[in-house]
């Protein structure tokens, strides 16, 4: 939605299709937060974990909340599914008093499970992380967001992949620096600023956004690259 555009009325949900080989995209569907669960003003950069322990997948968002005089601040929420055909009630995943949060992505480490997330508060516009022992419920999400990661040039959108041991962070420079990355020293301390240097000169990506990185088989890949290039 081109939400920068005055009298613009945003999205209150989020698009859902299912592929067998992330070429064909079959039966699109468009999923509401329901407005009698969650008043939300629109829903921004979807998001999906897989919690192999309950076998369902964890759907976060962030919204401020519709109706106010003034804007509340962006928190995360969620919803559970099994299928993306029924869906449990909405509810506040993370959102610490006075903090204004978007772009939340989540990955499991060892035992404790980790969100990269973005500060949209004025003079702010960083990534930072913060850890949790679990993934949702009482006792989840309950410590502050650490420090910065990135620096003063506006970031958004982190991707993190894990590979040799190591966590790569990708995010958008989106001021039109191009695809940002740090590099993680460790998986055990990623909520350590010091644990985290800067890689973008090693980028190649450079025209990348918003995105989620994932591993496929060499056959998907060259035959996403051949529809890519149609």
């Known amino acids: 939605m081109p939400w920068a555009q005055e009298g613009c009325v945003q999205d209150r949900g989020f698009g859902h299709a299912t592929s067998e080989d992330l070429v064909s ?44 005089t003034n804007p509340q601040p ?22 610490p008093s006075d903090r204004d949060l978007i772009d939340a992505t989540i990955i499991k480490q060892g035992s404790s499970y980790f969100m990269f997330l973005k500060d949209e508060a004025a003079g702010q516009k960083n990534l930072r992380v913060v850890s949790s022992p679990l993934l949702y419920g009482a006792g989840a999400w309950t410590d502050e967001p650490s420090p910065p990661l990135t620096g003063a040039e506006p970031a958004e959108g982190p991707a993190p992949l894990i590979r040799d041991g190591q966590l790569l962070l990708l995010f958008d420079k989106y001021a039109g620096g191009g695809l940002g990355a740090l590099r993680s020293r460790d998986l055990t301390s990623l909520t350590d600023v010091a644990t985290w240097e800067d890689v973008s000169s090693s980028v190649f990506a450079t025209t990348v956004r ?16 051949l529809r890519a290039a149609q």
């Open 25 to 68: 995209f079959l039966d699109p569907t468009f999923i509401e937060v329901p407005a009698e669960k969650l008043n939300v003003e629109h829903a921004w950069a979807p998001e999906t974990f897989y919690d192999a322990d309950t076998a369902q997948y964890l759907v976060s968002w962030a919204s401020p909340l519709a109706g106010m």
């Open 210 to 225: 918003h995105g989620s990185v994932i591993e496929v088989s060499d056959d998907v890949f060259r035959a996403v690259a």
């Open 74 to 95: 962006h928190s995360i929420y969620y919803v559970l599914t099994k299928d993306f055909l029924s869906f449990s009630d909405p509810a506040l995943l993370y959102g």
